[in-house]
């Protein structure tokens, strides 16, 4: 019986669609921080260079960190950057039908629900808090906090020890057949794989296409 639920975020709660590629977005950033560092033109090449040399050290970075060194600022001005510079990527974000019905009925009905989710923590906590669904975690777990990311398996096994969850009893919900599904399947949770406008299509066969909140709810009941 499953008694533990991990759910991934992004395309399998949330249904979110960003784009940072768009004419004159770098340059709008640079223009509304300029009181800070005045950059020049070169935001993006500075941005990209700092990735490309932490994601050489580790496994998943933390963009607050690049925002501190490229305009040599706090914590408190690096958060600001950085949340602008989301939700001016963002072209649409709204959580799936009937998410909040199921995270309540999974609430009430005593199961323990975590978040497992390759994020930023500088922009994806107030996202949480914006769509009203943190309240339902246990814990929130989320990439840039461990330095590392999904299918990871010191990752997926953070709420297992952290909680001393029995694996026959957690189950890991995803939109993605390999970072949420292998990696899920090879640390040895049960898995539901639902397939979302973001999913990888003709992988593996889906458990559930779309978000289909009382077809999930009945899956997991249906696990013995």
């Known amino acids: 019986m499953i008694k533990n639920v991990i759910f991934d975020l992004y395309g399998t709660l949330i249904d979110i669609w960003t784009d940072e590629s768009y004419d004159g977005f770098f340059e709008k950033i640079e223009e509304l921080f300029k009181c800070y560092k005045d950059l020049k033109g070169h935001l993006k090449e500075l941005y990209l260079t700092k990735c490309q040399e932490k994601q050489e050290l580790i496994e998943e970075i933390d963009l607050l960190e690049v925002f501190k060194e490229i305009y040599e600022v706090d914590d408190k001005k690096a958060y600001e950057i950085a949340l602008t510079f989301r939700m001016l990527s963002i072209n ?72 001393d969850l029995l694996k026959p009893e957690t189950l890991m919900i995803g939109n993605d057949c390999y970072t949420d599904i292998k990696g899920s399947l090879e640390v040895g949770l049960k898995t539901i794989y639902i397939e979302t406008e973001t999913s990888t299509k003709n992988v593996i066969k889906p458990d559930i296409k779309g978000f289909k909140a009382k077809k999930i709810y009945r899956k997991i009941k249906s696990f013995k």
């Open 92 to 163: 649409n974000i709204s959580l799936y039908p009937k998410v909040t019905w199921l995270l309540e009925k999974l609430k009430k009905k005593g199961y323990k629900i975590f978040l497992l989710s390759n994020a930023q923590r500088c922009f994806t906590i107030f996202e949480l808090y914006a769509l009203d669904i943190d309240k339902y975690f246990d814990k929130i777990y989320l990439s840039s906090d461990y330095g590392m990311r999904k299918p990871n398996h010191e990752f997926f096994m953070r709420p297992i020890l952290d909680y």
